[in-house]
T-cell receptor, first 111, second 114 residues
Framework: GDSVTQMEGPVTLSEEAFLTINCTYTATGYPSLFWYVQYPGEGLQLLLKATKADDKGSNKGFEATYRKETTSFHLEKGSVQVSDSAVYFCALPRTGNQFYFGTGTSLTVIP | GAGVSQSPSNKVTEKGKDVELRCDPISGHTALYWYRQSLGQGLEFLIYFQGNSAPDKSGLPSDRFSAERTGGSVSTLTIQRTQQEDSAVYLC????????????FGPGTRLLVL
């Protein structure tokens, strides 16, 4: 069945470091792919999405490219900030617009 | 505010007691979802409401769990005879009919069963 597999955390980086959080998926067809973010004490919010193969989603300096050849949707940011500290979830739609979510990757950025 | 709200934010209960968790979706959103986030786990889908259609209950883990949505708006998730393994954060989300793929989440209810 459809699923997403996300890089295990936690991840700790220094400010201005490069971030990659890996996400791979298994799906029938070519669904949209999503990254959600959960800041401390807040609900999940959509970070970015890509609706078809080779699309690049971007927001707040984060990017992810939908790569069908490697079934991946890795999240990247060139220079992280302390305010990026959060839990990041890769997500794949299932029937009825529910989602399969990854297990989440906790990111802590230290000054 | 126009976001999804949930209450209570925290709930501590004793094993065997019933609990009710409330979700107020964004006004006008036709779809409402409940998820559970257990420690160290990803989000687990529980139940989905879409308009006046019969809800998709395929994610409910046992018959102790039930949910209803009154008037197409507010939803209540009820857990009967709570068990310690029910301890988790319960998240509610809603989405609009025009953009069903984008879900807006509430801050969650943190449930602790002693």
């Amino acid at each position: 069945g459809d699923s997403v597999t996300q890089m295990e955390g936690p991840v700790t980086l220094s400010e201005e470091a490069f971030l990659t959080i890996n996400c791979t998926y298994t799906a029938t067809g070519y669904p949209s792919l999503f990254w959600y973010v959960q800041y401390p004490g807040e609900g999940l919010q959509l970070l970015l999405k890509a609706t078809k193969a080779d699309d690049k989603g971007s927001n707040k300096g984060f990017e992810a490219t939908y790569r069908k050849e490697t079934t991946s949707f890795h999240l990247e940011k060139g220079s992280v900030q302390v305010s990026d500290s959060a839990v990041y979830f890769c997500a794949l739609p299932r029937t009825g617009n529910q989602f399969y979510f990854g297990t989440g990757t906790s990111l802590t950025v230290i000054p | 505010g126009a976001g999804v709200s949930q209450s209570p934010s925290n709930k501590v209960t004793e094993k065997g007691k019933d609990v009710e968790l409330r979700c107020d979706p964004i006004s006008g959103h036709t779809a409402l979802y409940w998820y559970r986030q257990s420690l160290g786990q990803g989000l687990e889908f529980l139940i989905y409401f879409q308009g006046n259609s019969a809800p998709d209950k395929s994610g409910l883990p046992s018959d102790r769990f039930s949910a209803e949505r009154t008037g197409g708006s507010v939803s209540t998730l009820t857990i009967q005879r709570t068990q310690q393994e029910d301890s988790a954060v319960y998240l509610c989300a809603s989405s609009s009919s025009r953009n069903q793929e984008t879900q807006y989440f509430g801050p969650g209810t943190r449930l602790l069963v002693l």
